[in-house]
């Protein structure tokens, strides 16, 4: 029970009322900053992680997902309002494949084609995904 309620107040402490780490992940504690940054850890294996950016709002700003601390899987970010406005993948902390980018208002503006971390075809998207200067 103990156990539980921590595990709880170390959420609240991070969002209020709302959940931030999915089900299959831990809030760490020690590395997230509160009401700002989160870093979620899988319980069943301690080399996958997100690393979270909250706005002001307590809404996801930036979703990088981590592999052997390196970025690794999907990629999503959000405009203040709530829209989508980035998405893509990493694999072995490089961009791959193809990269989106919409406005708040739901217009796909920008479409980027990556191959180990370099633009292969199409225009420049996600320079402001941050998840290359985190350091795991």
Same mark, same amino acid.
């Given at each position: @029970?103990?156990?539980?309620?921590?595990?709880?107040?170390?959420?609240?402490?991070?969002?209020?009322?709302?959940?931030?780490?999915?089900?299959? @992940?831990?809030?760490?504690?020690? *590395?997230?900053?509160?009401?700002?940054?989160?870093?979620?850890?899988?319980?069943?294996?301690?080399? *996958?992680?997100?690393?979270?950016?909250?706005?002001?709002?307590?809404?996801?700003?930036?979703?990088?997902?981590?592999?052997?601390?390196?970025?690794?899987?999907?990629?999503?970010?959000?405009?203040?309002?709530?829209?989508?406005?980035?998405?893509? *993948?990493?694999?072995?902390?490089?961009?791959?494949?193809?990269? @989106?980018?919409?406005?708040?208002?739901?217009?796909?503006?920008?479409?980027?084609?990556?191959?180990?971390?370099?633009?292969?075809?199409?225009?420049?998207?996600?320079?402001?995904?941050?998840?290359?200067?985190?350091?795991?």
């Amino acid at each position: @029970m103990l156990t539980r309620i921590v595990a709880l107040s170390a959420t609240l402490f991070l969002v209020g009322c709302g959940k931030v780490c999915p089900d299959d @992940m831990v809030l760490d504690r020690q *590395r997230s900053k509160e009401t700002r940054i989160a870093f979620c850890v899988s319980h069943k294996d301690p080399s *996958r992680a997100l690393w979270i950016e909250l706005y002001p709002s307590k809404q996801r700003k930036q979703v990088c997902p981590f592999v052997g601390g390196r970025p690794g899987g999907i990629y999503q970010s959000w405009h203040a309002v709530g829209a989508r406005f980035l998405e893509g *993948r990493y694999e072995n902390g490089l961009k791959v494949g193809r990269w @989106m980018q919409w406005s708040a208002e739901g217009a796909q503006v920008g479409d980027g084609e990556y191959r180990d971390g370099r633009l292969i075809q199409g225009a420049p998207v996600g320079t402001s995904a941050a998840c290359e200067s985190v350091v795991w």
